[in-house]
Structure formats: C-alpha cells, structure tokens
C-alpha cells in the first residue's frame, strides 16, 4: 500500500531534550516536506527536499533540522524543543515538485513542556 | 504569499443538503486544489483543477475556479454525516529569488453535516 508514515504519532517531552520524528515514504518520490499545523493558521512549511542529499527551507524553519540521506526518509530534527513548538506535524511527500499532489502521514502531536 | 482563505470558516448543514466552500487567493496560480482532513489526521487529496479550468467534477464534488476573481469553490452535493471534516485549498507558490516551489494553505472551513 503506498503511503507515508511517521513515528511517534504522540509525543510529550520537555524542553530542550532532544527528539526526532520519522518520516517514511514508499512511493518513490522525490519530494518531501514537513508542516505543522496550529490553530487559525493552517498548515505551514517547515522544510522541503527536491531530492536526496537536497533540502531547503520553507516558511518556518527556525528550530528544527532535517536531512535527506536516502530517498524514502526525511526525519525532522528538533534540537533543543520549546513549548512554542507544540503542534501537529506532518509530513508530506510528492512525485514531482513541491506544488503537485501532496500525499500526508497521519501525524505526529508533540507536547513540548 | 498567496496564501489561500477559505470562506465560511465553519459550516453546519443537514444530511442531504449541498455544501458550498469558497476559496480566495491574492497572485496568479498554476494550480489549486482541494484537500480533506479529519480530526487531527493527514489531509487526503480530493482534487486538484488548473489555471486553464474553469470546473472540475469528481463524484460528488464540484470545483470551480474563477481566475479573474482569484477565487474558487468546492461543492459537495448531497452530503453525508460522513463528509464530516475540514476542508482546505491550496495554492502553488514559486519564489523567483530561491526557486522554492510549494503549496500554501488556507486555514480551512469545518464542515459539521448533521445526521
């Protein structure tokens, strides 16, 4: 079944212990992306990557990290976490640039106190 | 950006009525399109309709896109407890100054459809 998954779904942490959420997809694709979604503000671009080995920043980068070391994962990297980065996150992956169809994990809900 | 805004930001209607979501956006786009999220879950792609459209149907939904308005809208036609969701547009966005291709999205209209 072709799909994107990620991994935790939930999360509570505390402030500044590290953490990653995984992001995997098994379409092939070469693009993929992180956003996070909050209240009144719809979904917003965290990072992107066109293709392995290439990622960029989208609207909201400050304070995260990712990578692109091999085509299907895409992890999201906080690395010292803040409340103000409690949200839902999803990643996304496409099979052409970033502005076709997108296709979403299910989610993951980090809870930073 | 040219983000997309939808209109109403909720909506409540009856099981079998038709439910009408708007879409306005502020520069000129490639594409539009329309995705579906329940509570707290991935948005699902439902459609997506060209510059060069004018409408778009897909079961039982229905786009429209006025490029001269700069607005679209959904349809859904004959609605079902089921449909129960939140409905969001997405616009293309190209910056010239880092090449960034994306999509931007609107906050979204809560659809509540009343068994």
């Known amino acids: 079944e072709a799909q994107v998954t990620q991994n935790p779904r939930y999360l509570i942490t505390v402030t500044g212990k590290k953490l990653t959420v995984t992001c995997s997809q098994n379409?092939?694709?070469?693009?993929m992306s992180w956003y996070r979604q909050d209240p009144g503000l719809g979904l917003r671009q965290i990072y992107y990557s066109m293709n392995v080995e290439v990622t960029d920043k989208g609207d909201v980068p400050e304070g995260y990290k990712v990578s692109r070391k091999e085509k299907r994962n895409f992890p999201l990297i906080l690395e010292s976490p803040s409340p103000n980065q409690t949200s839902l996150y999803f990643c996304a992956s496409s099979s052409g640039s970033g502005t076709d169809t997108q296709y979403f994990g299910p989610g993951t809900r980090l809870t930073v106190l | 950006s040219q983000q997309g805004e939808e209109d109403p930001q909720a909506l409540s209607i009856q099981e079998g009525e038709n439910a009408t979501m708007n879409c306005s956006y502020k520069?000129?786009?490639?594409?539009l399109q329309w995705y579906r999220q329940n509570s707290g879950r991935g948005l699902v792609h439902l459609i997506l309709?060209?510059?060069?459209?004018r409408e778009k149907h897909s079961g039982r939904l229905r786009v429209t896109l006025d490029t001269s308005k700069k607005s679209s809208s959904l349809l859904i036609t004959a609605s079902r407890a089921a449909d129960t969701a939140s409905y969001f547009c997405?616009?293309?966005?190209?910056?010239?100054?880092?090449?960034?291709?994306?999509?931007?999205f609107g906050s979204g209209t809560r659809l509540q459809v009343q068994p």
């Open positions: 520069t000129s786009i490639n594409n």
């Open positions: 379409m092939n694709h070469e693009y």
């Open positions: 309709i060209r510059s060069n459209e």
């Open positions: 997405a616009t293309d966005f190209y910056s010239m100054d880092t090449g960034r291709r994306a999509l931007t």
